[in-house]
């Protein structure tokens, strides 16, 4: 079955440091990759997504994200986080094929120390 | 800001009760989705449906139902309330254009006493 793998389920940073969020898939088929936000008490929202072309995918706040088609990875970055960074990730992958739905991993909570 | 609803964004109910989750978009969006999630955990897929009259079991088995009558609403009922039914529903859209992402509701969080 297809599934979307999050390294870090938790993760504190203080203010400044440069964060990296792992994500792995496994399909071997075309995807399409997001990384969306929830911010506490909020709904998620896009951050960044990936369909085609240059794999390295730029998104709001800062953020941005590397697609590796030979890892099956999507991993999210940013050189300087902020205290409001402080929420929960979930990487997020549509499976292109009959089925053609999305698939969420379990996400991690970024916790920033102002 | 996307245009999708879900009503009530939060409800206490008895064990044994009928409930419906509305979920409407105003967005023309084909598909729309369902997922459960429980605090700090991870999104399951319950329902999914691809245009009216069509409606998918997700990865999550689920005892609740939905239906799809109309393009823009996607209610999910539970027959009977259990305790164990309590958790965050999340339903979302999105368009059937290959490239697109999904649009997500605030939620509705169910609790079952």
């Known amino acids: 079955a297809q599934s979307v793998s999050q390294h870090n389920h938790h993760v504190i940073l203080s203010e400044a440091a440069s964060l990296e969020l792992g994500c792995n898939y496994s399909?071997?088929?075309?995807?399409?990759l997001f990384w969306y936000v929830q911010y506490p008490g909020q709904h998620l929202q896009l951050l960044l997504k990936?369909?085609?072309?240059?794999?390295l995918v730029k998104g709001i706040k800062g953020f941005e994200a590397e697609f590796i088609k030979s890892k099956f990875s999507f991993n999210l970055r940013k050189p300087s986080v902020q205290w409001s960074d402080t929420a929960e990730y979930f990487c997020?992958?549509?499976?292109?094929?009959?089925?053609?739905?999305?698939?969420f991993g379990k996400g991690t909570r970024l916790h920033i120390l102002p | 800001e996307a245009d999708i609803y879900q009503t009530p964004r939060y409800l206490v109910i008895g064990t044994g009760k009928k409930i419906t989750l509305e979920c409407s978009q105003t967005?023309?969006?084909?598909?729309m989705y369902w997922y459960q999630q429980d605090p700090g955990m991870e999104l399951h897929l319950i329902h999914y449906?691809?245009?009216?009259?069509?409606?998918e079991k997700g990865d999550l088995s689920s005892e609740s139902t939905v239906s799809r009558i109309r393009t823009e609403h996607f209610p999910l009922t539970l027959e009977s309330a259990r305790p164990s039914h309590t958790s965050q529903y999340l339903c979302?859209?999105?368009?059937?254009?290959?490239?697109?992402?999904?649009?997500f509701g605030q939620g509705t969080r169910l609790t079952v006493v």
């Open positions: 979302a859209s999105s368009s059937s254009d290959r490239n697109t992402e999904a649009f």
């Open positions: 399909y071997g088929g075309t995807v399409n």
């Open positions: 990936y369909f085609s072309g240059d794999p």
């Open positions: 997020a992958v549509d499976i292109m094929n009959r089925d053609d739905k999305i698939i």
């Open positions: 967005m023309g969006h084909d598909k």
């Open positions: 449906s691809y245009g009216v009259n069509s409606t």
